[in-house]
C-alpha cells in the first residue's frame, strides 16, 4: 500500500536553532515529492519539489534531500524564525493509469518558541 | 493564497442539511480540486476537474456532489449523506497534466456540523 510517514508528529525549537523533519514513503514507482508548508488555518504552500534523480534542493533557509534508494526525505530547517511555526507536509507522486496520485503525509507540527 | 479564493470561512450546519462550499480562482488554471482535511490525517482527495463540464471522483466522493461549469469555479456541496462531514475543507488548482505542476491552494473552509 502507498503510504507516506513523517516524524516526528510535533516538535518544538527554540527560535534561531536548526531542525530536522523526516519523510518516509513506500510509494512505487515514485514520480516526485513535494515538501509543502501550512500555516494554521491556511492552505499549503508549496516549499520544494524533488524528482527520483534529485538529492537535495534548497529553497533559503529550507533545504530538502532525498535518498530514492531508501525512500527516505528530509526537510532542514536552518536558523528557524517565529514564523517558521506551522505544520510541514511530504507528499509523494505516484504514476496512476495514465494520471497520476498524490500521498500526502500527516504532517509534522513545528512551534519554535522565542 | 495565489487568486484562489474560497468562502465563506467558518461554516455551521444542522445535521440534515445540505451546504455548498464556494471556490474561485482567477489564475486562468484547467484543473480544480477539493480536499478534505482531518487533524491527524493527510489531505484526502475529494473530486478534481481537469477542464469545465468534466470532473472525477477521488478518494473520498461518496456524500459530496460538485459542478464545473466555468473554469474559474468548483462549487462542492456537502449532502446529508456525508456522514461525518465537520473538516476543514480545501480547494486547489493548478496547470494539471503532469503532477510537476504545482498545485496552488485556498485559504480553507471549516465546516462544522451541529
Known amino acids: 500500500k502507498n503510504q507516506v510517514e513523517q516524524s516526528p508528529q510535533s516538535l518544538i525549537i527554540l527560535e534561531g536553532k536548526n531542525c530536522t523533519l523526516q519523510c518516509n514513503y513506500t510509494v512505487s514507482p515514485f514520480s516526485n515529492l513535494r515538501w509543502y508548508k501550512q500555516d494554521t488555518g491556511r492552505g499549503p504552500v508549496s516549499l520544494t519539489i524533488m524528482t527520483f534523480s534529485e538529492n537535495t534542493k534548497s529553497n533559503g533557509r529550507y533545504t530538502a534531500t532525498l535518498d530514492a534508494d531508501t525512500k527516505q526525505s528530509s526537510l532542514h530547517i536552518t536558523a528557524s524564525q517565529l514564523s517558521d511555526s506551522a505544520s510541514y507536509i511530504c507528499v509523494v507522486s505516484a504514476p496512476n493509469s495514465g494520471n497520476y496520485q498524490l500521498i500526502w503525509g500527516a504532517g509534522t507540527k513545528l512551534i519554535i518558541k522565542p | ?114
Not at chain 2, 456522514?83 to 494539471?96: D, V
Request: with cysteine.
Open chain 2, 1 to 114: 493564497d495565489g487568486g484562489i479564493t474560497q468562502s465563506p470561512k467558518y461554516l455551521f450546519r444542522k445535521e440534515g442539511q445540505n451546504v455548498t462550499l464556494s471556490c474561485e480562482q482567477n489564475l486562468n488554471h484547467d484543473a480544480m480540486y477539493w480536499y478534505r482535511q482531518d487533524p491527524g490525517q493527510g489531505l484526502r482527495l475529494i473530486y478534481y476537474s481537469q477542464i469545465v463540464n468534466d470532473f472525477q471522483k477521488g478518494d473520498i466522493a461518496e456524500g459530496y456532489s460538485v459542478s464545473r461549469e466555468k473554469k474559474e469555479s468548483f462549487p462542492l456541496t456537502v449532502t446529508s449523506a456525508q456522514k461525518n462531514p465537520t473538516a476543514f475543507y480545501l480547494c486547489a488548482s493548478g496547470l494539471g497534466g503532469s503532477s510537476y505542476n504545482e498545485q496552488f491552494f485556498g485559504p480553507g473552509t471549516r465546516l462544522t456540523v451541529l
